[in-house]
């Protein structure tokens, strides 16, 4: 597919300069960028293409917006390089996964301080030995925000792949049995749960010199997919406050 003439000039996600905010929340999916917008003031559509749908508005008078970054890593790899190149300084990884503890409930949210790195993307960038991990102050504020709004959370590590059906079908599989045995070890290991983009985030925002989160909600429905949201941009009201000298 030919990019055109302005398409490139926007980058491959579309934004124009001046267009994004300091603080992005990070979604997967693009139909869930507005109804994060709907949680921010005088939000307004600035990109739609491909899978990237991006809307920006503002919090406590601070510029802050939403892009979807797709599924999987190299989506996800684009989405932060450009952002970064915009000037976006914090990002928060906000999306599904699959529970991976028997503890767990559909309704908790993952804040995840850290990611398996079982996907390649992320290896393009750093070697593997360098751990993804996400930023102290941006993890904090995510734990910070969930307990003010009463939600049951737990924080630990995800693991990112990125074969959606490996994980789903691993009978179909001809690497079936290494497939497995490294499931148990992520389970075993204390892993929370599953999912497709975090560990590219956090390589890509370190290598980039920004911050980054992530929080998940366990298992969809209305009303979770909600609290997470309203966690996030509270999370992100929290940042605001701490970047302009308050506790």
């Given amino acids: 597919m030919k990019i055109t003439k302005e398409q490139h000039s926007h980058g491959l996600i579309g934004c124009p300069p001046g267009s994004i905010g300091r603080y992005v929340l990070l ?27 991006a809307y920006t508005g503002t919090l406590q008078g601070e510029m802050v917006s939403a892009v979807s970054t797709g599924m999987g890593g190299p989506s996800t790899a684009i989405t932060v390089q450009e952002l970064a190149q915009l000037g976006a300084q914090v990002m928060i990884r906000v999306g599904t996964s699959g529970a991976m503890q028997k503890f767990m409930e559909a309704t908790d949210l993952v804040i995840t301080w850290g990611a398996v790195r079982d996907e390649y993307t992320s290896q393009q960038f750093l070697p593997l030995p360098y ?28 693991q990112t792949k990125d074969a959606f ?14 497939l497995e045995q490294n499931w148990f070890a992520w389970r075993k290991a204390g892993v929370l749960c599953s999912e497709m983009e975090a560990a590219v985030l956090f390589i890509t925002a370190h290598m980039l010199g920004v911050k980054a989160g992530g929080i998940m909600v366990a298992g969809p429905s209305k009303q979770s997919l909600q609290n997470l949201l309203k966690t996030a941009v509270l999370a992100i009201e929290i940042l605001i406050g701490k970047d302009r000298g308050g506790k």
């Fill in 165 to 178: 059906y490996a994980e789903h079908q691993p009978e179909r599989m001809p690497a079936k049995h290494t």
């Fill in 27 to 53: 979604p997967g999916d693009p139909s869930r960028v507005p109804m994060i917008a709907e949680l921010f003031e005088n939000a307004k559509e600035v990109s739609r293409t491909r899978e990237f749908c």
């Fill in 131 to 158: 751990p993804a991990v996400a930023d102290l102050d941006v993890t904090l504020a995510l734990a910070t925000a969930a307990t003010k709004l009463g939600h049951r959370h737990h924080i630990g590590i995800s």
